[in-house]
């Protein structure tokens, strides 16, 4: 029972003329938060029989009980994974790191629109992974919007949240997945424009941690960049069979062991403010903030 992305079919194209149509969770066409796709149309996405999927529009809170919206995250609630995570990339900066990693109360029944700390509420853990199904478990937790693609503390936050990563091999992770992170950064910084990016997961659903969380096979990614009047798109997978990213022309990523269409879509990096707070009547804050 082994998946590939065929089997993962996100129907939206991305040809060589880029097609595209933030953490409150949504109804399957991402309607509180469809501001961030272009067109307002985010990728239609099918899952496999008896698979289930939750749009996330991931939010955190600010100091003046605002929700603020950053990127927006397809979760599958069956192998506790993500299947995409989409985002806008703007110009890098170099804002620090703060790895506190979040859930998703929503996905668990819990009236909490953001994102937060584990801990509340009794079914936490029911539909999302949690910080202890990775323990001892020899996986990394890869992100799919990573902290180097943020360009303020807001985003770099939201970022830490465990409906953006899925169980990635460390040396992978560590080495060739973050060189590969740095060159896009490196390319997609001479685009005219800001750059869509959408980034997902493939499972292994061989391979279970905790008898709850599906291990990734492999990591895709596909960009697109507005350069002299013209949209050029990439792809990306990896680790292949030499344990590295290879870039791929779009139909090449498609094409690659039948890989389906595959959208780029958007998100919102906002601004960000200096103090972060749960909604809730501790107000307890998100934390890592003196890495401002």
């Given at each position: ?224 960049c507005l350069k002299n009047n013209q949209y050029t798109g990439?792809?990306?997978y990896g680790p292949d069979n030499n344990g590295q990213v ?35 009547d501790e107000h307890a804050h998100y934390g890592c903030l003196?890495?401002?």
């Amino acid at each position: 029972f082994e998946f590939t992305m065929r089997h993962l079919v996100i129907l939206l194209l991305l040809s060589s003329v880029c097609f595209f149509a933030l953490s409150e969770v949504v109804d399957n066409n991402f309607s509180k938060c469809k501001e961030f796709f272009l067109d307002t149309t985010p990728p239609d996405f099918t899952p496999p029989a008896g698979v289930s999927v939750k749009p996330i529009c991931q939010c955190i809170w600010d100091n003046n009980d605002k929700h603020i919206f950053l990127y927006a995250t397809l979760y599958n609630t069956t192998w506790k994974i993500p299947v995409y995570s989409a985002y806008v990339f703007r110009k890098s900066k170099s804002i620090g790191r703060c790895d506190a990693w979040y859930i998703e109360p929503q996905l668990d029944l819990d009236p909490e629109l953001c994102m937060r700390s584990q801990g509340y509420g009794s079914k936490i853990g029911t539909n999302q992974a949690l910080n202890s199904d990775y323990e001892n478990s020899g996986y990394n937790k890869g992100h799919l919007y990573p902290v180097l693609h943020t360009d303020n503390h807001l985003s770099m936050l939201a970022t830490s949240t465990l409906t953006n990563a899925a169980p990635q091999n460390p040396d992978f992770n560590q080495k060739a997945w973050l060189g590969h992170e740095k060159a896009v950064i490196k390319d997609l910084e001479s685009c005219d424009e800001a750059a869509y990016v959408v980034t997902g997961v493939v499972p292994d659903t061989k391979t279970i941690l905790n008898k709850k969380v599906t291990v990734s096979k492999y990591y895709w990614r596909a960009t697109c960049c507005l350069k002299n009047n013209q949209y050029t798109g990439k792809g990306y997978y990896g680790p292949d069979n030499n344990g590295q990213v290879q870039e791929l022309t779009i139909k090449q990523l498609q094409a690659r062991d039948s890989m389906a269409d595959i959208a780029a879509g958007t998100s919102c990096a906002t601004e960000g403010v200096p103090v972060l707070y749960y909604k809730q009547d501790e107000h307890a804050h998100y934390g890592c903030l003196a890495q401002r």
